[in-house]
């Protein structure tokens, strides 16, 4: 392969490790596994977890809803509260697929109710502390009167109850990982005790990559919904999900320039390539990825004294050591582990496999 | 138009507006005007440039400089350093185009020298701060070193010193952007005072929008590179360099869910819409956006106490007063002011201007 600018490859090998091991997972525990697909975003990819067995998905999007489906994939949970101004393009969605909708409020239910033209699963979503949507899972009064609206309407099936604990993306070990998941799944099985009696058949369903990587524990959980650990990230690393070696994605930086003065070494890959998501170096800065030189003919990870410290639209400033410093030449190829996988192939559009093919992601409009 | 997801509105006459004033006042302080077409993207948009008399123009990497050919752009400085590993396509570009590159190394300088095919204009990259690239403007002995490397190879031709001062980005104030500007020109007519003895031609190119918009000092300086001016932002409107009312990009997120307890609203927009770049507010916390409503049928924008206050991939999370929290509902579609014009453009992909034409930008790859 010929690398001349910012290109980003993707192990296919450790990829299917990590879909592997995550569908055991859910196998052991008998969930549901229902993988999020906005991770990927890939038609390709998303056939190599059918080819194993995988049946039904999350998406982010009705525009990524209808992609999937485009390819066969006809059971999808859009996890994103539903965006009403989308009805129309749900009612195609639910003419010849199974699709099922996140709602966290009455008036998005009194809005499309009555205009669902098929049957249309809907999760009330539920925060277990991550504070974004969803109705806290102690609000019964707000739960039962979103229960009776949608029970108004016939072509709404009530499922259950969807949470995403997504501050373990922020923990900063596994034991609050664990702890933020414990926390969660017991919220959950409260709701389950409560409403069961009224709807014997009512799933939980939870979602985040660091707990279903981590976690042995999914009592009175049906399904799980993680994305991320299809590739992994710095970010995953940092919370404990994943090891460096779990991670799936490098991304081929040429070096550009040399700033001796100042140990930085400047690299053609910027917010473009990687987006702007960052976790906190040791020394408190903000760090965009870690680096992989070759030294000898050997991949060497640099400690995270050699960091991605700057990212400008197509520039990435490597804040170094003196020795690493002077094994980078000009014209080299770097390769950056980048600290959000999800952004960054939506930004990059396109990877390639270390087998050499060529995986394109959902085109952006 | 139809709104039913996040989409990137251009108001065309602001557009235009911010095009000829700096078009205006390149002619008045008689500087040549290559505007940086980073911040678009977009055939069209140059296009709208060509029409007011603009020949020469900024890209930021040599696919871009590829892309605006192929319209018919034939004198193209490409801003970042030559990354060498491109040489084959810089010597198609040259074959048929005045391309210009920038180097601030020797080695690229002598990996590439002997295997030019066509003329290219070289720049010295200097830097004036902002240390990212480039040769620090004092130090005379590089820069001495690296023009007699130049002078070697009979196809690069030198062309001037050329500088970014990228740190005005981050002036909080008109008046640091001045004094950066000052500090800038400074140091740029220092070397043409050493160096056109024997380069009587040499030029001196600058470039950033905070600087360009708000100065009237060009002394001795021969080109401006400015780019995001074309569209501006909150980060420009921070800096000092426009007016709200000088920003011409808006997005419309689809309010999908209100969160009383906290006085927050998610809207859909988020990362991969905006890019992850942030201001701070005047709460010290990072803002991603701000808002403006409608109210009465009248516009209104929202004061800084109401804004973009967290993104995920999908999700932007509004945090509000009371009185604004009650004005938007679920199923409105408010109008976000993003941070940076340009990463929100490369995300998007595509704008749609006010009179509802559509402008697709560059494709990824």
């Given at each position: 392969m010929d690398i001349v600018r910012p290109t980003l490859i993707l192990n296919k090998t450790v990829c299917l490790r990590n879909i592997e091991l995550m569908l055991n997972k859910a196998e052991r525990h008998r969930l549901k596994f229902r993988p999020h697909f906005k991770s990927h975003q890939s038609i390709e990819i998303g056939r190599w977890f059918k080819s194993l067995g995988v049946s039904c998905i999350t998406v982010s999007s009705v525009q990524m809803a209808e992609y999937f489906a485009s390819d066969g994939w006809n059971d999808i949970t859009i996890?994103?509260?539903?965006?009403?101004?989308e009805l129309k393009q749900l009612n195609q969605l639910t003419e010849s697929n199974r699709i099922n909708i996140l709602v966290d409020n009455s008036s998005v239910v009194e809005a499309i109710g009555s205009k669902l033209e098929h049957s249309t699963g809907v999760y009330i979503k539920i925060s277990t502390g991550y504070n974004r949507a969803g109705i806290s899972a102690d609000s019964f009064e707000k739960i039962d009167y979103l229960l009776e609206r949608i029970k108004q309407f016939p072509k709404l099936e009530f499922k259950g109850f969807l949470t995403h604990a997504g501050h373990t993306y922020y923990a900063k070990s596994k034991y609050e990982v664990q702890n933020i998941h414990f926390d969660a799944i017991q919220k959950m099985n409260n709701l389950k005790r409560i409403y069961k009696g009224h709807y014997p058949n009512l799933e939980l369903s939870i979602g985040d990559t660091p707990s279903c990587s981590l976690s042995e524990n999914f009592t009175g959980i049906d399904e799980i919904r993680p994305g991320n650990f299809v590739f992994y990230d710095l970010q995953q690393h940092e919370n404990g999900a994943?090891?460096?070696?779990?991670?799936?994605l490098r991304m081929l930086c040429p070096v550009v320039s040399k700033q001796q003065s100042r140990n930085e070494i400047i690299v053609y890959g910027g917010a473009v390539h990687f987006s702007k998501d960052s976790i906190q170096n040791v020394d408190g800065k903000p760090l965009y990825g870690r680096v992989i030189i070759k030294n000898d003919n050997e991949q060497e990870l640099l400690s995270?004294?050699?960091?991605?410290?700057r990212l400008s639209q197509e520039h990435g400033m490597i804040r170094t050591t003196p020795r690493a410093f002077n094994l980078i030449k000009v014209g080299d190829v770097v390769e950056i582990i980048p600290v959000h996988a999800c952004l960054t192939v939506h930004n990059m559009g396109r990877m390639v496999t270390s087998k050499g093919e060529e995986i394109i992601i959902m085109p952006r409009f």
């Open positions: 996890a994103f509260p539903f965006n009403q101004l994943c090891n460096i070696d779990d991670i799936a995270n004294k050699s960091y991605i410290a």
